[in-house]
């Protein structure tokens, strides 16, 4: 007799990973945006929604690969949002709360991530405070270092293999090995501050860690910092990231660049594009930063305005065509690159046209963004007095690049030898300016 083999199949059962947190409170939020971060930006993979508790939960496919990911909960995006590691293997769980920020409590990467910081602020903490409390002895100062080294060396022993232990060994800190004053460990401590930092650690890359780092470096670590302190800064970073990290070291002055023109720090801006952004960006073949820092250092305060072609019109009717350089009957220009398919341009060039009348010694030149000229030919009607010139191919004209327009209305201040003075945002700025004359 036969004996016949029956085989029970199962269902596979496939454990998937998950991304999952809780946000607080509950109001102030609706979705959790998951992305993959790389150190050109960060690429959407998925979102959830938050539920009555503020619980959204994310579930990973095999294709979402380790490494560096960011939730994006508010916005502006860049503003609100924190990053974690993902290893590929375990779940990420936290929970978030507005003021006291993200606590991980599943996934060994980031809760070690979390330990370890924690651990080494309170170490830092307690090095502060006997420098604050005047304190001199050598065997108290050599404990509190040996705890921080043993600190270190500990997670550093605990991460081996593990995504996080590129940012550990990136944070360790300066140790020093024999008791050192204030002054001389801070001074040690600053020209150690990126000397353990690999700029060319994908992971890193990704993260935000090398960002902060680097305005940590520049903005934070001096006491009223002069521009030649900010300057002397840029030169360490550049210097520290080296010859080989070309992507990187552009992604991160460009930062910095922006950082200066932020806070209208023309000098130190410009000092970032002559000395180094601008030969990196062309050798990147980066059109997009050349050009902006470009227009930007043609067009800050104290720069002469790029010259234009105008066409005047004499009383006679007759048209001579000019140069901005060639003008000369006013103590003052203010030009306004606008547009007759522009509604705020229509609302504030009158308001602009009723102000002048109060001054005599301000001449107003008009250039108009137009893609035709019939619209733009009618509306120049309204400002006789206005000194008219008309850039057709609106924002592809090649005076749009040169100034560094995005939008109009732009105005620009110049003085009688066409330097520019300011650059007031809107119509209120130009008339709290032109008080000052």
């Not at 998950?18 to 050109?40: H, R």
């Not at 990973?60 to 490494?67: E, K, Q, R, V, Y």
């Not at 070690?112 to 910081?117: G, K, P, R």
């Not at 300057?231 to 010859?243: E, F, L, Q, Y």
């Amino acid at each position: 007799m036969k004996k016949f083999l029956f085989l029970l199949l199962l269902p596979t059962l496939i454990l998937s990973q998950t991304v999952k947190g809780s946000f607080s409170p509950v109001t102030d939020y609706t979705y959790a945006f998951l992305y993959n971060a790389t150190p050109d930006g960060a690429n959407y993979v998925d979102r959830g929604k938050l539920n009555a508790e503020g619980y959204f939960e994310i579930e990973l496919d095999s294709t979402i690969a380790p490494g560096i990911y960011k939730i994006v909960y508010a916005i502006p995006p860049e503003e609100n949002n924190f990053d974690f590691i993902y290893d590929g293997k375990t779940s990420v769980e936290f929970k978030f709360n507005a003021e006291s920020g993200v606590e991980f409590t599943q996934s060994d990467e980031n809760k070690l991530w979390d330990s370890y910081l924690k651990s080494m602020e309170m170490v830092n903490q307690t090095i502060s405070n006997y420098y604050a409390q005047g304190k001199t002895d050598e065997k108290g100062y050599t404990s509190i270092f040996k705890v921080l080294a043993d600190t270190q060396n500990a997670y550093e022993e605990s991460s081996k293999g593990m995504l996080v232990s590129a940012f550990i060994d990136a944070n360790r800190p300066y140790i020093p090995q024999s008791y050192e004053d204030i002054r001389t460990y801070s001074k040690n401590l600053k020209e150690h501050y990126l000397s353990e930092i690999d700029f060319n650690n994908y992971f890193l890359q990704c993260s935000s860690f090398l960002v902060d780092r680097v305005m940590a470096y520049v903005f934070d670590i001096v006491l009223e910092p002069t521009n030649d302190t900010y300057k002397s800064h840029i030169d360490d970073v550049s210097n520290t990231i080296g010859a080989e990290g070309t992507e990187i070291k552009t992604s991160l002055l460009y930062l910095l660049w922006q950082r200066f023109v932020n806070i209208n720090n023309h000098e130190v801006a410009n000092y970032i594009t002559d000395t180094y952004l601008l030969n990196l960006a062309n050798g990147t073949n980066n059109k997009v930063i050349a050009e902006t820092i470009t227009s930007y250092k043609n067009t800050s305060i104290g720069a002469f305005a790029p010259n234009f072609d105008i066409e005047v019109t004499t009383k006679n009717g007759s048209t001579i065509k000019k140069q901005l350089y060639d003008l000369s009957e006013s103590d003052y220009y203010l030009v306004i690159f606008w547009s007759s398919e522009c509604g705020h341009c229509l609302k504030e060039l009158p308001l602009v046209k009723d102000l002048v009348t109060n001054y005599t010694n301000i001449k107003v030149v008009a250039f108009g963004l137009e893609n035709e000229a019939s619209g733009w030919s009618e509306e120049i009607k309204n400002y006789p007095d206005f000194l008219h010139t008309i850039g057709l191919g609106k924002w592809e004209n090649t005076i749009v690049k040169t100034y560094g327009i995005t939008a109009t209305p732009t105005y620009f201040l110049l003085d009688k030898e066409k330097k520019i003075l300011s650059k007031p945002y809107d119509f209120n700025e130009v008339e709290n300016r032109l008080k000052d004359l």
